[in-house]
Every structure is written in structure tokens, then in C-alpha cells.
């Protein structure tokens, strides 16, 4: 059993309601055997490979010409190809129209970014849901049966609302309602408002979980884009990293006047 599962249980009633829940929310045989049944993912995880890329594990970062290959439709593709040129410039004072990559200006990743990103991971597991904790953002993903609320009651976000469910030891992710624009890697590959984010995540050995996803989306795509991720466990009592610092005296890339600059520490 996961043991910052068996923590969360324990704590949770006193949490949420105070003693009087703790006496209604028993630690039953039939409440355990719910979280025996849930794999331990506990640890912090890196992804494996390069983070520049989407569909490519060891891809070279920030290197002109380096790029995804979504099956976009011919909109799409082309609007690919010109913001591929833009981004390379976006630190470039004498470039008339940069473009300054959505990680920097919202100071998160978002989605599908998420599944890229050179930060740690952490997984808390519960029956109900899951947590995923990605750097300074967590992804909530919820298997307590629920459906997604009415589209007029959801609008679109960064890291699009999630719903899931546990097949054997895989847990299974659909997220949809991802804000359009987001830079899914190093690269200004983004989807529409339509998209959907499919993902099983499953653990391989002992020190690898793997993560296939698929998105769809009507509007960019011509079929679906596929494409698989590995995250490996570090070695136990490692440290989570502080989170990157955005704005404020520390920031080293702020952005002037809509353009990206670099602080050197000697410049501080």
C-alpha cells in the first residue's frame, strides 16, 4: 500500500470535518482493500530523455529547425511552421514580431506541456483521485465515477479539467476544456479549445512509470497524435526541486516591453 496513501487516509477525516467525520469515515476492511488494490508511485520521478520535444525522446533543445511532427491539417501545419520562426527570435531586440513562449508568460506549463517538462514529479494516489504534482502546478485527476460537468458550467484552462479511472495497475485520463495556445513543449506546438488529452500511465519496472497519450482534436488535427513518454524513479530519499521562480528580483528571463531578456547574476 501506497504509504502517503495510508498518510492522506489517516489525516484526511480530521481535514475535512474535524473529529466528529473521523468517527463516520472508519478505516474499514473494505476501505483498505480499495487502496491495496492501487499501485505505489510514491517518490519523486524524472521524466526520462529530452523535455524538448513531444514526440521525440532525445530530441536536442532549443536548436533551430527542431521540431514535432503532429498531423496537422494544412491551417494548422502552416501556422506551425511560422511561429517555429517567430519562437527562435523571441529573445531578439531587433526582430520585428517574436514570439515569447506561453511557459514564460504564464509562468506554467499547462497542458499536454505537462507530460514534457524537465521538473519533478510526484504522484499521490488515492481511490477517489489523483494528484499530480509537476514543479509549482498539480493536476487533479478525479476516479471517483464523476462525469465532466456541463460545457456551459466549464471554460477553458491551463491544465484543462480531468476525470479518470484505474484499469488493473494502469490509471487512465481524459482531459479536455486545455486553454488554446498552450506550447505543448520547447516548441510553439499547440492545439485548439476542442482538443482532448487521453493518457495511461503504468508502471513497466520497478523504476520506470510509462505515459501513452493520445489527443485528438477536430479542428488542428487530421487524426490522432500519438506519442509516449518514460518517467524514472530517483534514488529513495531524494528531494524535491524548489519551484522555478517567475517574476520578483530572482526571475532570469524577464519579459520587457513583450520581448524576453536575460539577467545575468552578475547583472543582479
Known sequence: ?????????????????????????????????????????????????????????????????????????????AKYKENLIRAEHQGDANYPNPLVDTHTLYCAAGMPHLTVTPFDYEFIITPAKTWMIIDKETRHIYTDGRKFPPEDEMWPTLRGSSIGHWEGQT?????IFVKSGIWGDFTPVTFSENARFDERYRQIDANTIENQVTITDPVALTKPFVYTKHYTKMKPGSWVADPETCGGPDDRNPIVNGRVTVVLPAAK
Not at 483498505?32 to 520521478?45: A, M, R, T, Y
Not at 490509471?171 to 482531459?175: A, F, S
Open 1 to 77: 500500500m501506497n504509504k502517503i496513501s495510508i498518510a492522506l487516509l489517516a489525516i484526511a477525516p480530521f481535514l475535512l470535518h474535524g473529529p466528529a467525520a473521523a468517527q463516520t469515515t472508519m478505516n474499514t476492511p473494505a476501505r483498505l482493500e480499495q487502496f491495496s488494490k492501487l499501485p505505489d508511485w510514491s517518490g519523486v520521478w524524472r521524466l526520462k530523455g529530452s523535455p524538448a520535444l513531444l514526440d521525440v525522446e532525445n530530441a536536442p533543445s532549443f536548436v533551430p529547425g527542431t521540431r514535432d511532427h503532429p498531423p496537422y491539417n494544412a491551417e494548422w501545419e
Open 171 to 175: 490509471l487512465v485520463v481524459e482531459t
